[in-house]
């Protein structure tokens, strides 16, 4: 099926594209958004922050824990419902809003002098020999929609252009004006999408449009979403989320790496715990008292997959091991009273004492990503 857009009538110049309105989810390993975009490559995901639990464990050592009070009981009661799953990918997005079915041909007549203004890439293009026939270019997979919302604006058909467009619409109008170097012309309009878009779309929520929220600031240079957006990645993504079809790669690699950081952090703090409360110099309060403990977070630790410690961090977020660490319990039982045997005073020792105020310093601490220029 072929398609002629006069963009230009007297244009001297016809893009052709071929396999138009390719699914931005296509970009990506081929497929819809789903767990597989998630790393599954244990030893290339864990290694290079796995080597470093034994300083990170250093901070944790047992006077930092013998200077915690297990008495002073803050959290007496243990959260309700099991420990949180590390999350998952939400809904597969709507179809996108094209005009033409996929694999057709699509042509453009345009006007090389506009492009040339607008655009470094078609400056170096077409300022070579060209002979005095109708110039061709050609181009492939972008989205016809988006990429005739981006050609009308920079041929100055503001009427024309929507003044709303789908998060979708706009992660792919972003993917062309990165190739194609046209931020200054495309940057008015991203000024009226962006902001409804973060109401419709808001870029607080984990899923797919996660992705579209981190290309979009990336290439549309939004500091304040990039933060947001990256962050919300950082703490809910369970893996390497991988984007190979996208320039955002390298921005992935820096929201894993944190990612891994914080775990392995959460979990160092458990296990140097667990060797404060072996050693027999953690009977701060009692023998009774360290082995109870002892014996609840080794239960625990184990049923959580955190014991022997685990060689790969794939399938925990660091909203998951958080929760996962606050939800652990710790046993109900009474003081021993000599001189009443009946005694029903429960002791007051907590797990969480030792373990919310560092897990919460962690999540306190994460590293925010900064939105760099190029």
């Known amino acids: 099926m072929e398609t002629t857009h006069e963009v230009d009538p007297d244009g001297d110049l016809l893009l052709i594209l071929r396999n138009p309105s390719m699914p931005l989810t296509a970009c990506v390993e081929g497929h819809r958004w789903s767990g597989r975009l998630f790393e599954r490559d244990r030893e290339e995901t864990i290694d290079p922050v796995h080597k470093q639990h034994d300083s990170i464990g250093s901070k944790y ?13 803050e959290y007496s009661q243990p959260p309700n419902g099991p420990p949180a799953e590390p999350e998952t990918v939400g809904e597969e997005p709507a179809p996108p809003d094209s005009p033409t079915e996929i694999f057709g041909e699509i ?7 506009h492009l040339i203004l607008a655009s470094p890439y078609f400056r170096k293009a077409l300022n070579g020999p060209w002979a ?17 919302i981006t050609m009308n604006i920079i041929h100055g058909h503001t009427r024309r252009v929507p003044r709303s467009v789908s ?17 200054e012309a495309i940057e008015l309009f991203t000024e009226i999408w962006i902001p409804k878009l973060r109401k419709e779309s808001p870029s607080e929520e984990f899923g797919m449009n996660t992705m579209f929220w981190i290309l979009v600031s990336k290439v549309f240079s939004h500091a304040e979403v990039f933060r947001s957006v990256t962050a919300v990645a950082q703490r809910h993504s369970p893996g390497r989320i991988t984007a190979p079809g996208l320039p955002i790669d390298e921005i992935l690699g820096e929201i894993d790496q944190r990612r891994q950081e914080a775990v392995e952090e959460v979990i160092t703090i458990l296990h140097s715990l667990l060797a404060y409360l072996r050693d027999e ?12 403990l002892f014996g609840a977070l080794t239960r625990e630790m184990a049923s959580h997959g955190l014991l022997p ?6 399938g925990f977020s660091i909203e998951g091991i958080a929760n996962l660490a606050r939800s652990i319990q710790t046993p109900v039982w009474c003081n021993d009273d000599p001189y009443n045997y009946y005694s029903s005073e429960r002791h007051t ?14 999540e306190m601490n ?9």
Do not use: Q
């Not at 020792?349 to 919460?360: A, D, E, G, K």
């Open 61 to 73: 050592n047992s006077d930092l824990f013998r200077n915690l009070d297990p008495g002073v009981n």
């Open 107 to 113: 042509r453009m007549r345009l006007s090389s002098r």
């Open 132 to 148: 005095e026939s109708e110039r061709i270019v050609e181009a492939e997979e972008w989205d016809e929609a988006a990429l005739l």
């Open 167 to 183: 998060l979708e619409t706009l992660a792919k109008i972003a993917l062309i004006t990165d190739y194609y170097k046209f931020h």
């Open 281 to 292: 110099r953690a009977n701060k309060c009692s023998f009774t008292c360290s082995s109870m």
């Open 309 to 314: 410690r685990p060689t790969a961090l794939v």
């Open 349 to 362: 020792c907590h797990l969480s004492n030792f373990i919310h105020p560092l897990v919460n310093g962690v």
């Open 366 to 374: 994460i590293r925010r990503l900064e939105l760099r220029d190029d």
